[in-house]
């Protein structure tokens, strides 16, 4: 597991999710039969299953076919929170998740998760040139995260963070969520 350590107390880290191939093709059928839309208040053009109404109902890693993935993100972050800070002394949950579909020429603003503890992105959907996750440290410090299907990354919810446009003619689907 690598840690990337962007600024104190900031960390993140990106770990592949083992048999990450079962689920994919079970959350790309969900998604064709699943609303999406663009929330107010961003300033892009992705589509999403996030409603800042709803959003505690719209937990999407509760329903099918999520709930074996959602055990999994959460034993990887108790395994990166224990590595990197020591004993877990309460467990972690996922509060709030979310998909996010980028077509080409989506990208998503700076922003940061405030309100939760960690954030995070699994990659369901990851073409080459479909957009970096950036993350904001101090300064002028950002790390580009280039995913890959599978991929899990967790980082501070305070920490500001992007992605790039979509220069793939093919769509970039996460799951996001925070943890708490």
């Known amino acids: 597991m690598e840690i990337y350590k962007l600024y104190l107390p900031s960390f993140a880290t ?22 999406l839309s663009k929330p107010d208040g961003w300033n892009c053009e992705v ?3 996030f409603s800042r109404e709803a959003q505690a ?5 509760n329903t099918e076919p999520f709930k074996e993935l959602k055990a999994q993100i959460e034993e990887c972050f108790t395994l990166f929170y224990s590595k990197t800070f ?4 309460v467990p972690f949950t996922v509060e709030e998740s979310w998909v ?22 699994y990659y369901v959907s990851a073409p080459e040139g479909s957009g970096a996750l950036v993350l904001e440290g101090e300064g002028e410090t950002e790390k580009f ?9 967790f980082f501070e919810g305070e920490m500001p963070h992007r992605v790039e ?4 003619s093919e769509n ?7 943890i708490n």
Do not use: C, D
Not at 145 to 153: A, D, F, K, S, T
Not at 165 to 168: C, E, F, L, V
């Open 47 to 49: 589509k999403t299953t």
């Open 14 to 35: 990106v770990v592949q999710i083992p048999h990450f191939y079962k689920y994919n093709p079970l959350i790309l059928e969900w998604i064709k039969t699943t609303p």
């Open 86 to 89: 020591g004993q877990v002394k």
């Open 100 to 121: 996010n579909v980028y077509e080409k020429g989506n990208y998503q603003e700076s922003h940061s998760h405030i309100h939760s503890l960690f954030a995070g992105s």
């Open 165 to 168: 446009k979509n220069q793939s």
């Open 172 to 178: 970039r689907i996460s799951l996001s969520f925070n």
């Open 145 to 153: 995260i280039n995913p890959q299907e599978g991929m899990l990354v």
């Open 57 to 61: 109902e719209k937990n999407v890693l």
